[in-house]
């Protein structure tokens, strides 16, 4: 989603690693 900021998104890695693993 557009603005989605995730915590991972913030981190260093690659573009697909902003999606939710242990965050939950």
Same mark, same amino acid.
Request: no cysteine.
């Given at each position: 989603? *557009?603005?989605? $900021?995730? /915590?991972?998104?913030?981190?260093?890695?690659? *573009?697909?690693?902003?999606? /939710? $693993?242990?965050?939950?």
């Amino acid at each position: 989603l *557009p603005g989605w $900021k995730h /915590p991972y998104d913030l981190m260093p890695g690659n *573009p697909s690693d902003r999606a /939710p $693993k242990e965050d939950t």
